[in-house]
């Protein structure tokens, strides 16, 4: 039983090694976030804020832990570096790869949670990827606190405020409230 644990756990450790990618390319940060970081990040905000909003926080938080899960072996993608059907069938893949020895309720749940994140169709799977836009843009916030050039970090914040949208809650009101550094000009 234990051994089939394991290409689990590793799944989840190989996410610290894997630098998200965006950072890397485009803003050429030097110790850039990990997924693992990224995904650690996520999961307290999620926490504090599915708990004010009154969602699932248990759901939400498990959904945070598996959507950036296949990542671990496929790795991080842009927008552009392959298509979308490209990235989903390798994500899928990927994820059963992860969960398959996973006992049979257990991943079966995963799976589910996964999907209703890719489906994006629920209230915490919107949520989630509001979320991860919010992260993001709270991220850029850190690296233009650093030194990093605004004029680099700017298009995550545009990125984040569409995905976010104008819906009037405590996600649109953080990422709203995110001033520039006006030294990272």
């Known amino acids: ?21 965006g950072w890397v390319s485009k803003v050429n940060i030097k110790d850039a976030e990990s997924v693992a970081d990224h995904t650690f990040s996520m999961c307290a905000m999620v926490m504090l804020l599915s708990d004010m909003l009154s969602l699932d926080t248990h759901r939400a938080m498990k959904m945070v832990i ?8 496929v790795g991080d993608y842009m927008p552009g ?6 990235k989903l069938a390798k994500e899928k893949r990927a994820t059963k790869s992860i969960l398959s020895a996973l006992p049979q309720k257990v991943r079966t749940e995963y799976e589910k949670i996964w999907l209703e ?20 843009a709270l991220q850029a916030n850190q690296y233009a606190k650093q030194g990093y050039a605004g004029k680099l970090l700017a298009p995550f914040f545009e990125s984040a405020k569409t995905a976010v949208g104008d819906e009037s809650d405590i996600v649109s009101e953080i990422l709203n409230s995110l001033k520039p550094d006006p030294a990272t000009k």
């Open 66 to 73: 598996l959507h950036d899960l296949a990542e671990s072996i």
């Open 1 to 21: 039983m234990v051994d089939d644990l394991s290409p689990f756990f590793h799944s989840v450790l190989q996410l610290k090694s894997v630098k998200r990618a």
């Open 117 to 136: 994140y890719l489906q994006n169709k629920t209230d915490v799977a919107r949520f989630v990827h509001r979320v991860d836009k919010l992260e993001m």
């Open 81 to 86: 570096d392959v298509s979308a059907n490209q």
